[in-house]
């Protein structure tokens, strides 16, 4: 099985071109850790909104592709959130759910996952045009540049290690965080 911080890092030189928004916790401090970009949203303190904060940039902005990291513990929260997404199919939004079956930002409790719910066929039921599940890197990969590619909402499902960073505070001021990101944002050209 990979790493969580593996599947970012094979896939961050892709991001440069897209308005990018991570849940909280593990995923966070991860992609810090591979190199902030002012690009980059760390959405804190609103744990299961992160594809609602990527569904309205990519309503709002469709000319920009919109790539979400969002964690099994974090969607499991607003599972609503998969319907809403359906509903309006944002053809620029790629939806990355890291599902490594554990709460590992406060305690590594267990979460649904780990007893047999399946979020990719949850996703797939909700309407979510395109659904897939990956176990291994290569498979993260290809699946990642079709996603980008494909002009359509897409799910994926990475099956990942409940391993994370040895620490979740950062040196990044979190307020000039949402500064930086709706700057960029405004600054990108229609």
């Known amino acids: ?20 928004v991570t849940i ?10 591979l190199g902030h970009q002012k690009n980059f949203f760390y959405l804190q303190h609103a744990m299961g909104l992160a594809s609602s904060m990527g569904l309205g940039i990519a309503l709002a902005r469709p000319e ?6 969002d964690g ?12 809403t997404l359906a509903r309006y199919r944002p053809r620029n939004l790629v939806h990355v759910v890291f599902d490594n079956e554990s709460l590992l930002s406060v ?7 780990s007893t ?5 066929a949850i996703a797939k039921g909700a309407g979510v045009p395109r659904v897939s599940t990956v ?16 002009n359509d909402l897409t799910t994926i499902v990475a099956k990942v290690e409940a391993v994370g960073p040895s620490g979740y505070v950062t040196d990044l001021a979190l307020l000039e965080n949402r500064y930086q990101f709706a700057r960029h944002l405004k600054d990108i050209q229609k």
């Open 107 to 113: 305690g590594g409790f267990p979460t649904a996952t």
């Open 135 to 150: 176990r291994a890197l290569d498979e993260f990969k290809a699946e990642f540049a079709a996603a980008k590619s494909s």
């Open 24 to 33: 909280m916790g593990a995923v966070a401090a991860e992609l810090q850790s």
């Open 72 to 83: 099994d513990g974090s969607l499991l929260m607003n599972l609503g959130g998969l319907t």
């Open 64 to 69: 920009i592709k919109v790539v979400v990291f």
């Open 1 to 20: 099985m990979m790493r969580r911080i593996d599947a970012m890092q094979a896939v961050y030189g892709q991001l440069e071109d897209c308005a990018v």
């Open 116 to 120: 047999g719910s399946d979020l990719a």
